[in-house]
């Protein structure tokens, strides 16, 4: 996988896939994309995750954050998998649609092990990623973020059904930051600038930044404004809104503004970006 991970790097797409082995070496830290998505298709192998064993075995799918602490114990010698690894911006884009509850319950429970049902559905998803990776092109990128979203709904339903998360497992910190993670979701057309977040919270925005360098690996004002541009990005693309009609909606006094915004952190006009798309 280390190799997939350099060439994640320089892929404009932003992302890989493959598959092998996790690592040759045991009780080694692996190294992680910004999100590892892992199917394994044979053999087992044993994990230490944030200081938790979980063993594997096929069908088993795993789900791993780039600060996630994971050392392989050992596996088997005719251990293999499916890796799918995404870097920053190219997760954000399918992290938009999905439930903070999600995040949440992925961040303390990074296996999941389907029941036959489910793993014949897994196979399905499998086999129309490959379809998606190896046969498209033009629409590649389009295709796969949305199967992507596809897989993690499923699976916050699925999850939702069998073992709905408990508040009390989380502690004040953590509910904090998920909290933010929420708001962001639901206020960030309006608000862009984290004193409003924090308020909101009833903590200083230092203290607000220390909890999502911890839990979200960001600063907050990262967050907020990668969910505006993701906003952004998502009306520029519907032909019947103009620039002015966008800047009202997501409360930007002026197009020229929100032009300056987009293009800073995009590096494109709000006109060439709908152009291109």
């Not at 639901?186 to 909890?211: D, G, K, M, N």
Request: aromatic content about 12%.
């Amino acid at each position: 996988m280390n190799n997939a991970l350099d060439a994640l790097q320089n892929n404009q797409a932003g992302y890989v896939y493959g598959s092998g082995q996790l690592s040759p070496l045991s009780n080694h830290p692996l190294a992680l994309a910004y999100v590892s998505l892992i199917v394994v298709e044979k053999g087992q192998i044993r994990l230490n995750i944030q200081f938790q064993d979980y063993l594997l075995k096929a069908g088993d799918v795993l789900i791993l954050a780039e600060d996630s602490l994971a050392i392989v114990k050992n596996q088997s010698g005719d251990f293999s998998c499916q890796y799918y690894l995404l870097n920053r911006d190219f997760a954000a884009e399918v992290a938009y649609v999905l439930p903070h509850s999600l995040f949440a319950y992925l961040s303390k429970t990074p296996v999941f092990s389907p029941i036959l049902e489910h793993a014949i559905l897994l196979q399905a998803w499998q086999t129309q990623s490959q379809f998606i990776l190896n046969e498209t092109t033009q629409y590649q990128r389009i295709l796969w973020r949305q199967h992507l979203q596809n897989f993690f709904l499923i699976l916050a339903d699925l999850i939702g059904d069998q073992r709905p998360l408990n508040q009390n497992e989380h502690s004040r910190k953590e509910k904090l930051c998920w909290q933010f993670w929420a708001m962001v979701a639901q206020h960030s057309q309006q608000e862009r600038e984290v004193a409003f977040y924090a308020r909101a919270l009833h903590i200083t925005p230092y203290y607000l930044s220390q909890l999502c360098q911890h839990y979200l690996n960001d600063n907050p004002k990262t967050l907020i404004d990668r969910q505006v541009i993701l906003k952004l990005k998502q009306l520029l693309k519907t032909n019947g809104l103009s620039i002015q009609r966008i800047a009202d909606k997501m409360h930007f006094n002026d197009p020229s503004y929100m032009n300056r915004y987009f293009k800073k952190h995009t590096g494109l006009t709000l006109r060439q970006y709908r152009k291109g798309h």
